[in-house]
């Protein structure tokens, strides 16, 4: 029983692995169903993940086609339109593009694929600026819309020339170009009718500035030069603390520097001297007066003029006075008047 339970399971484990055959497609049908049938697509992420509700009444009313056309939602993030007949279908396709939101809308006709990004294709009108006024003939500028893309028209009319193109979604676009002209180069400026948010970054459809795949490397890069720069930073300033420790004394401590303060100021003061000044003057001459045996004993002292004490040591004389010079406001108001009535006096 053991050995028949075994071979039940492997048979599961083939079976999971093999493909589910579908039968086969009866295209008629199919494409009879589908005959008049668009398929839309946002391409911003954030605006496509909205409810699509409020796209479907938007469209058909910017198409002037309510009544005629029925918008259903699919479950990978598509709508489909189907028309009741084939005048407005190619309408709506001739008056491409469209947005949403500020996010443009690929729409195409249905086909029958299983690709994800479909539909991926916009028609842009392209107008062509920098082209000298010479060379705007319809050959010309149907080349440059080749080249940009896959061209569908063309208008020379003045003042600047268009071009009609089809464009891939996930290609970015082709803001201006260098032209040959006959050996001249020439730039060539490209602006797209009817577009709205895009990528300014790399000039993709699908996505804005700030998510743009291309962000987060230039972030990466420029977040390794900041961190180039503070280590740097850091170095320099490392180098320039030892340097500072180098030549900075080390400090001492509060006690031993309040030690050497007092020490240092008492250094500077006149060191005193013990005398026994009572046998000095038992041994004095009785005739001589106290000043007498001051002078003799400590010598003569000068005393200056506002000095308390004879004792004070010896200050700096004060320059004189001019002769003018007053002391108070008054003083010096009653000395101009007095010098100038001498002055009236010695005139009379």
């Not at 409020?54 to 918008?71: A, D, N, Q, Y």
């Not at 180039?228 to 320039?240: C, F, L, N, P, S």
Request: hydrophobic share 30%; net charge positive.
């Amino acid at each position: 029983m053991a050995f028949f339970g075994k071979l039940i399971s492997a048979e599961n484990e083939d079976t999971k692995d093999k493909p589910i055959k579908l039968p086969p497609l009866d295209k008629k049908q199919i494409l009879k169903r589908f005959e008049r049938t668009l398929v839309g697509r946002v391409l911003l992420r954030e605006v496509r993940e909205q409810n699509h509700k409020g796209l479907v009444g938007f469209l058909s009313t910017v198409w002037r086609c309510e009544g005629r056309v029925h918008g259903m939602e699919m479950d990978d993030g598509k709508i489909h339109f189907r028309f009741q007949n084939e005048e407005d279908l190619e309408t709506v396709l001739a008056n491409r593009p469209y947005h949403y939101d500020g996010s443009m809308i690929a729409l195409e006709r249905w086909v029958p694929t299983v690709r994800r990004d479909f539909p991926n294709t916009i028609p842009f009108w392209i107008t062509i600026n920098g082209l000298p006024d010479y060379r705007r003939d319809e050959d010309l500028v149907t080349s440059i819309g080749e080249a940009l893309g896959e061209w569908m028209d063309v208008d020379v009319s003045e003042p600047t020339p268009r071009v009609r193109v089809l464009l891939d979604c996930n290609s970015p676009l082709v803001v201006w170009r260098d032209s040959d002209d006959d050996g001249v180069l020439v730039r060539l400026d490209f602006r797209y009718e009817k577009l709205q948010k895009h990528c300014t970054r790399c000039r993709r459809l699908t996505h804005e500035a700030p998510l743009c795949p291309d962000r987060p490397r230039e972030q990466c890069r420029e977040l390794h030069r900041g961190k180039d720069v503070v280590e740097a930073q850091g170095r320099r300033m490392t180098h320039r603390e030892d340097r500072g420790k180098a030549v900075t004394r080390p400090r001492r401590s509060r006690e031993r520097t309040g030690h050497d303060t007092e020490t240092t100021a008492s250094s500077s003061r006149r060191k005193p001297v013990r005398r026994d000044i009572l046998a000095e003057l038992e041994s004095s001459d009785p005739k001589d007066s106290t000043k007498d045996w001051i002078v003799k004993s400590f010598g003569k002292v000068e005393r200056n003029e506002g000095d308390s004490s004879p004792y004070h040591a010896a200050k700096k004389p004060k320059p004189p006075r001019a002769s003018w010079y007053r002391d108070t406001e008054k003083e010096a108001r009653v000395a101009n008047l007095i010098h100038h009535q001498s002055e009236r006096w010695e005139e009379a």
